[in-house]
């Protein structure tokens, strides 16, 4: 088979690559890894999904035949499968992190472009600035937020982000909690803002509204009301004639002749067959992780330790977001049930915070499942069973409420993604041993914001709060990035700002990976932002 | 219930598993279905664990019987717990096999699991935990 374009991987990334690639008039095939799997497929397991996964998971990564090895802290290094502690897995399937995800819709600001300029380089991280600057982006979070449909508050957003046009949608109606928060910040004079979401609060684009149901992050929406690369971009670029869907098709190398232009893929079918398309241009849009591995797992003799890696740095900076939140015990019930639940958020503390490097965006949390509640939203002092349990359980289901965000990660480049030289997946592919821990720093950061999210608990009226320090720990699960940063420098970056391996016309990243950092706020409407303007601009120079 | 622990090792961990969410007025968890959540997980993804269960239940019995001289499953429901407590915290009279407190911890777990979790999974019949804490299913 032969292709313009193969895409790997169906996400947040992939997704828009095929679009904007298809809609240019370009062959493309994208390959994914996971399932064409339907509402019900996925269901509304408490127990298996991407929210609590105390058992293995319906939504992929699959359990047999594809474990990861982690190395810990303390240097111990263990064998672990798709929903075990360890693993940092993003959903495997069809539209990747965004069938499921809870589609809170940020732009980065500002300054989460100019971390190393705004505060310096912590000793021992590689915090660094990006290439491009938010207004390089903003025209494509602009169609990101059009062309996936984002619903927000184009004033409130105006107060943090120059913006040039509204959002297509209208925030959602608030419930509880946010009522009694925005109370909490009026009395503390903070900024707030609704939470802006990929989530259709009215009809759009053919599709109907949310009906608010409450099984929203983790989950797949009921209503198709809940926007990713599945019902938007991907049906778009095949919509168009000129884009192939494969699913179940697992990328396994990039091939690459020894002038060292890229030729195509080597993939695997459900079967175990291998194949080899040929493309004009290779795209890695497979997730921070699985796309270092990929290209780690595609050595030449011009690059033996993978494409674009002659620098060591394929895999290295993997990143998410410590979380730093508080819980806080309310007089009233704030739980009213409506989904998505996230609304209303504040970024006053997302820069700027006396004696920390970077900080977070502070929000309410989505609807809480009881199992999960119950594993993560209990006093400490209180018996984990018995009847004082089940008491407290049932009185305060309803009142307590978490305040907490994604602090901005000072990466470390000790963090990776490699190879393991022993553990094959089901196809005989090497599997990504995953190592090392976010910077020191990060959890300076995060201990301040937990103390902000107190605050906002207890102005808003919490009789009482709690919290627990983050851990110095790798957090590279649903929000990895930074494996193939972004840098005019090839001795430090993997790609150019236009997403392109350093030394390799044809050869894409269009994922997290590019990240140079990933952000005070969630990271995913960048990736899309950022996935746009490089394919845009492919296309223009073909 | 789960076919391949004993007659008295199922005795023990429906004690157990009243003990872990007791009946008040609202169920405890033998009646909110627990026990079948159990006995399907034991035949799916927790088949692996059966055997650990059998063996912690024995040893969770031979506690009772050598601190109060009788099975677990006959003591009343304030000596179960402080039982319960005791072992969960390490404070164990008799051999275990393995770590005391991390079997306690585990089976709360899943308890707890089976009383809070979905429907579907076997346990929480007729949502009854879920009414209780008042979370409600919309579409
Ligand atoms: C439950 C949940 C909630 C979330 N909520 C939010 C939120 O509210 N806001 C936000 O900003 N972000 C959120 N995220 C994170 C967001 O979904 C991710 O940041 C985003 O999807 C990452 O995009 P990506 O393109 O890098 O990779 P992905 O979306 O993960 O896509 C990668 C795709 O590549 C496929 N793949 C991997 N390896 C191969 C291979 N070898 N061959 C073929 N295919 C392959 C995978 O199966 C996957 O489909 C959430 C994630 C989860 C899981
Ligand atoms: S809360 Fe709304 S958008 Fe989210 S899954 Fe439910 S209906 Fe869909």
Redesign the interface.
Known sequence: MRVDAVVVGSGAGGGVAAAVLAQAGKQVLVLERGRDVTYEEI?????RNHRIA???HRAGTDLEGNPRVFVDVAGRERLVRAHEPGFHGNPTLVGGGTRLYGAQAWRFLPADFAMASTYGVPAGSSLADWPIGYDDLAPFYERAEWEIGVCGDHVASSRHWPRAKPYPMPPLPEGLQARALRQGAAALGWDVLPVPLLINSVPYAGRDGC?????CVGFAC?ADAKNGSHNTVLRRALATGRARLLPEAVAERVECDPAGRVTGVRWVDRSGARHVVEAEVVICAAGAIETARLLQNSPTRREPYGLGNNHDQVGRHLQGHTYAWALGEMPEPV?D?L?PGVSLATLDFAHQNDGVVGGAMLADEFTV???A???RNLPPDLP????DN??Y??EN??RVMRVGGPVQEIPSPDARARLDRHVRDRWGIPVARLSGTTHPETLRTAAHLAGRARAWLHASGARRTWTEPAHLALHAGQHQSGTCRMGDDERASVVDRWGRVHGHDNLYVMDASVHVTNGALNPVLTIMALAFRAAERLCADW | MAADLTASQSATLRAVVDTVVPADDDPGGVEAGVLRYLAGQFRGDLAGLLAYYGAGLDAIDAEAREVYGAGFALLRPGRREALLKAVEAGDTHTPWPFDAATFVSTVVGHVMEGFYGDPGNGGNRDAVSWRMIRFEVRD
């Open positions: 269901g509304r397991d408490h127990l105390r058992h293995p009906t608010r149901c409450g099984h009921p739980h049930g989904g499942l009881p199992i509640f119950w594993a984990r069973w018995g009847l089940k008491r359980m049932r289901y309803r």
